[in-house]
């Protein structure tokens, strides 16, 4: 592939992260473009989630860089990469349970980026008609895909350029994981960056430009998701 190392909006190189003494990434690099969907495919314990922990700043690596819009991030707090545009969906949700739809989206707000239209409650309502319908009801007596759906409308709010969700089909219905599919390609059309996590090959694809297959800590395949060949995939990430 052509360097093009000064257009990529996300840029990781060869970053290290540990937990204690046990290494979990070992030179992990992946770089995505502006406007481009790009998923980790790997099994449970490959590393993607620590990706994304030393993206965002809640690991820090011991060595490698990390670059957001040609600035170096690996040494930023969490809140100060969030305050450059990049969003994260933890695999957990972590929805505000005691407040309403309305207050949990409020806690995300952040002023809108220059060039961007901004994110408000009535845009997200229309992207997560679900939601619009509960607007006043308590995080915590939505079911998980609605949950889901509030926490990536929650960091929209926040008008980041690109986000980062970890696992966003897992045990979801068939008919929710099809309407985030749907809403994922809503964002792409919107411009949003986006870097997801998935053990769901169909999901994937559907909505995915290109993948990285991780195994054991680091990348040990790119391709597009078209090219991807089912040999690898399934050395590799099948459970």
């Known amino acids: 592939m052509t360097d093009q190392k000064n257009n990529y909006l996300l840029d990781v190189t060869d970053l290290n992260s540990f937990y204690g003494k046990a290494q979990i990434l070992f030179d992990m ?3 995505i473009n502006r406007g481009e969907v790009v998923v980790l495919l790997g099994r449970n314990g ?6 994304f922990k030393s993206i965002m700043g809640i690991v820090k690596p011991r060595s490698g860089k990390v670059r957001f819009k040609n600035k170096e991030i690996q040494s930023l707090p969490p809140f100060k990469t969030c305050g450059l ?8 949700r972590r929805v505000f349970s005691r407040l309403t739809i309305l207050e949990n989206l409020e ?5 809108a980026r220059q060039g961007r239209p901004a994110w408000t409650a009535e845009r997200l309502f229309e992207l997560f ?17 609605e949950q889901q759906m509030l926490t990536i409308a929650r960091t ?3 008008n980041p350029e690109m986000i980062i969700l970890d696992e966003p089909s897992e045990g979801l219905a068939p008919v929710i994981v099809d309407q985030l599919a749907a809403t994922l390609l809503k964002l792409k059309n919107e411009k949003v960056s986006i870097l997801l996590a998935e053990q769901n090959l169909s999901f994937a694809k559907r909505v995915c430009d290109r993948a990285y297959l991780v195994y054991q800590g680091t990348v040990c395949h790119e391709s597009t998701l078209a090219e991807l060949d089912n ?5 590799y990430c099948s459970l």
């Not at 490959?46 to 990706?51: D, I, N, V």
């Not at 545009?85 to 957990?92: F, K, M, Q, R, S």
């Not at 806690?107 to 002023?111: C, H, I, S």
């Open 129 to 145: 008609p679900n939601l619009a319908e509960r607007r006043h009801q308590n995080g915590g007596n939505l079911s998980g895909g």
């Open 231 to 235: 040999d690898q995939y399934e050395k």
């Open 85 to 92: 545009g990049l969003g994260y969906v933890p695999e957990d």
């Open 107 to 111: 806690v995300g707000r952040q002023p």
């Open 29 to 31: 690099t992946l770089r």
């Open 156 to 158: 929209l709010m926040g």
């Open 46 to 51: 490959a590393g993607k989630t620590t990706t």
